[in-house]
Antibody, heavy 112, light 106 residues
């Protein structure tokens, strides 16, 4: 059965960099939209960005100056980097395949 | 950005009830609307895409309709496992945006 798994540091300090990776196990990877979405109690669900099957990447303008999304097809992995963290970046981060299948989520807390 | 609103923000219902949730976009999004269900502590689950198409495995009691700026999600007969929060999302224009959610509880 196909599974999306996520990993990365869950506790970071202000000004540090968030790095998360999403991998596909027992499933296909190429030819899909891959997205990152985050969720906070205050702002709800926020779309961070996505890469389309052609490899074109789109970012939310609100985060564009700080975010990088990348993909490694050979490893079946999809990654997110967010720099210059503040407390406002505290959220559960989800990777999403094909705009349909969500990973389990990773709670990232930014605190000094 | 395209703003998404939902009504009501919450509702109380009983098993067997018919439930309707409304989602409105601040501009024309054609049919590029999805609905998700989320239970506490879990990732959202996709229910409907392109406004009215049921994802594989989603029960037929869920129905989506609408186009342009006004959309609805209807649950024809509420089951116990349907108590959750429901979100709409537009994917017509970047950045994609979500509604604030509708919590369906007992």
């Amino acid at each position: 059965q196909e599974q999306l798994q996520q990993w990365g540091a869950g506790l970071l300090k202000p000004s540090e960099t968030l790095s998360l990776t999403c991998g596909v196990f027992n499933g296909s990877f190429s030819g899909y939209y891959w997205s990152w979405i985050r969720q906070t109690p205050g702002k709800g669900l926020e779309w961070i960005g996505e890469i389309n099957p052609a490899g074109s990447i789109s970012y939310n303008p609100s985060l564009k100056s700080r975010v990088t999304i990348s993909i490694d097809t050979s490893k079946k992995q999809f990654s997110l980097k967010l720099i210059s963290l503040t407390a406002a970046d505290t959220a559960v981060y989800f990777c999403v395949k094909a705009r349909t299948y969500w990973g389990p989520g990773t709670l990232v807390t930014v605190s000094s | 950005d395209t703003q998404m609103t939902q009504s009501p923000s919450s509702l109380s219902a009983s098993v067997g009830d018919r439930v309707t949730i409304t989602c409105r976009a601040s501009q024309d999004i054609k049919i590029y609307l999805a609905w998700f269900q989320q239970k506490p502590g879990k990732a959202p689950k996709s229910l409907i895409y392109a406004a009215s198409n049921l994802q594989s495995g989603v029960p037929s009691r869920f129905r989506g309709s609408g186009s342009g700026t006004d959309f609805t999600l209807t649950i024809s007969s509420l089951h116990p496992e349907d108590f959750a929060t429901y979100y709409c999302q537009q994917y017509n224009t970047f950045p994609f945006t979500f509604g604030p959610g509708t919590k369906v509880d007992i």
